[in-house]
């Protein structure tokens, strides 16, 4: 397997308080034994949420034949579970409280989870 060194340039900006200067420093970094395996997320490419941030519902796009829709809250409880079967479907999340969910579309080809927030 091929070795990879990539050398990469950071700005770093100093706080304005200390000096107001702006500093450039190279740092390489040696990669040993590594190989690119993917540049893109297959199954999230392939599904569409939206409104995000929402207030009532959630419009689900995708290109499955079957697809399952968790809602889990950040405590980790599953609150919502719903068939998916169309691939334009509203998902109701009036009866909610207010904060941040994942959505998992659970299909054949894996699991998409998408950050979501209800807010009134």
Do not use: W
């Not at 995000?52 to 519902?57: D, L, V």
């Not at 207010?98 to 959505?103: A, K």
Request: with cysteine; aromatic share 6%; glycine share 4%.
């Amino acid at each position: 397997m091929n070795k990879y060194v990539s050398l990469i340039t950071f700005l770093l900006l100093a706080n304005a308080a200390l000096a107001q200067q702006t500093h450039k420093v190279k740092v390489a970094i040696a990669l040993a034994d590594c190989e690119v395996l993917s540049t893109e997320h297959p199954t999230l490419s392939q599904v569409t949420v939206y409104p995000n941030p929402t207030n009532q519902y959630l419009t689900v796009e995708h290109f499955f034949q079957q697809a399952e829709a968790l809602l889990i809250d950040t405590s980790g409880k599953q609150v919502l579970r719903s068939a998916i079967d169309k691939p334009l479907s509203k998902i109701n999340i009036a009866g909610l409280p207010s904060g941040f969910y994942v959505l998992q579309i659970k299909h054949q080809k894996g699991i998409a989870q998408v950050k979501i927030l209800l807010k009134r």
